[in-house]
């Protein structure tokens, strides 16, 4: 069940629930709506004025932020008393449950992985999640070429050489004998293993390919988008361990998956077996597909090299290891880029329906709302019998669905209904209407998307009504 233990979050919405009350006659920022539709009481509802609040985490990029229209939306900081936001923006807090509150419509990350986003438990209570993949692909990309060279020329251990022998005052005396003790090898001529072809993979690819690499890749879901946007010479194989056989580097740059059939220490053991001895694995895509412990092993026993941007208790010392701070999108341009696609994604989402780049609901691309239409989204269970019994509240209140669309992903469906309130001509209440769509079994949330920015939305939460 949600989490609503806290006093604020109960005293929020009572506060909305009393606001939303006072007022009579077809406003949508009270209860919804009252009895007796026209399709003239349909010109109040774009002039009142309101808007959708969005709350944030972290320091979200002000170029982002300067996507959402000030007219319709306000931006507000995670010290914001107010309970009662719409959306929320962040990028690497780690997001509690508590800290949704019941009037939040949706959450973005900016940036790809969402682990530190409840993604389940959003499932759960009806809320979709964002992520904004490729806004900070070149970014990594850069970095992951900057690896290959790390990896390939011991540059960090030269510039540390130089400080020790600046601090001596030795520096220009040794700097041409010691200059040996760094050697390495140049990346043209040399084979890259880029494992995931997304947008980063696909990214790294290509441009290795541009510095005279040959270049082999691994992706069993490879999108047309990103098979565009691969270099003409690439091989494709069947499995990592062919992929990185003959491979002087390896990158990787596939997602995190706990659980079983997940990507946890994926390269163990048994691929990098396949390793050649001096092997270099560049890893910007999370620290926990690699087995420390067997990454530990072939680097004792060789001059293979480990370039990773992520903290690792085990190997952040080794001579063969290089560990970054977690810099591949610690960019500007990647952190505007990232924050105005998660800033697009809400404001459409709250807008309009549109749900794109999310990570548990499915993807859905509306067409305009007809003239004189009240749109109304609905989330519920993805179970048998709840879309006829979601139709037959309309069929009941006599009212005319003109377009719907209806998706699903996993144990969530997502329905878009655009509605006539002429059809009917008895007056009916649409704020009874839509307490009975929202308590309709299977169903979790119901919004209208119409009218006053932030208003129109309904929860079903075990059993009991919240507006």
């Not at 979200?60 to 300067?66: D, P």
Request: charge should be negative; hydrophobic fraction near 40%; include cysteine.
């Amino acid at each position: 069940m949600i989490s609503l233990a806290n006093s604020a979050a109960r005293r929020s919405l009572r506060t909305v629930s009393q606001v939303r009350t006072l007022s009579s006659g077809i406003d949508i920022d009270v209860d919804h709506y009252s009895s007796g539709w026209n399709i003239d009481d349909i010109g109040e509802f774009t002039a009142k004025t309101g808007k959708y609040q969005i709350k944030t985490f972290n320091k979200i990029s002000e170029k982002g932020l300067a996507r959402f229209k000030p007219e319709k939306f306000e931006i507000m900081g995670s010290d914001w008393d107010s309970s009662n936001a719409n959306a929320i923006l962040l990028r690497s807090h780690k997001l509690q449950e508590s800290e949704i509150d019941v009037s939040v419509r949706a959450i973005a990350r900016c940036g790809a992985g969402t682990n530190n986003v409840p993604v389940a438990r959003c499932s759960e209570l009806g809320i979709p999640v964002f992520n904004t993949p490729g806004a900070n692909a070149n970014a990594v990309k850069e970095l992951v070429l900057c690896g290959m060279l790390l990896g390939s020329r011991r540059i960090v251990d030269g510039v540390n050489h130089m400080k020790d022998l600046g601090a001596q005052g030795l520096a220009k005396e040794r700097v041409e004998k010691d200059k040996s003790m760094f050697g390495g090898q140049e990346i043209k001529g040399k084979t890259l293993a880029v494992i995931g072809l997304g947008h980063i993979g696909a990214s790294t690819a290509r441009d290795a390919a541009a510095l005279g690499m040959d270049i082999v890749g691994y992706d069993p879901g490879l999108s047309i988008d990103s098979a565009l946007k691969l270099p003409n010479e690439i091989t494709l194989t069947d499995s990592i361990a062919s992929a990185v056989s003959n491979a002087d580097y390896i990158s990787i740059n596939i997602p995190y998956i706990k659980g079983e059939n997940g990507t946890h220490g994926i390269i163990g053991k048994d691929v990098i077996s396949s390793f050649k001895p001096n092997a270099v694995l560049l890893n910007f895509a999370r620290g926990e597909l690699v087995d420390s412990e067997a990454m530990k092993e072939f680097l004792d026993n060789g001059d293979g090299r480990y370039v990773s941007d992520f903290p690792d208790d085990l190997l952040w010392d080794h001579k063969n290891a290089v560990v970054l701070p977690h810099l591949g999108a610690s960019t500007e341009e990647a952190e505007d880029a990232a924050a105005a696609m998660a800033a697009d994604t809400i404001s459409d989402y709250l807008q309009t329906g549109t749900i794109v780049n999310s990570v548990n609901f499915p993807a859905v691309s509306l067409p305009a709302r007809p003239d004189g239409a009240i749109r109304m989204s609905v989330i519920n269970k993805n179970q048998p019998g709840v879309l006829a019994s979601i139709t037959d509240v309309f069929a009941k209140a006599k009212l005319n669905i003109v377009q719907q669309i209806n998706q699903s992903r996993g144990d969530v469906a997502y329905n878009v209904l655009d509605i006539d309130p002429t059809a009917n001509h008895e007056a009916f209440s649409m704020k009874d209407l839509q307490k009975e769509l929202t308590m309709t079994d299977g169903v979790l949330s119901s919004r209208v998307v119409f009218g006053t920015p932030g208003c129109g939305y309904a929860r079903n939460i075990d059993g009991q009504y919240w507006v």
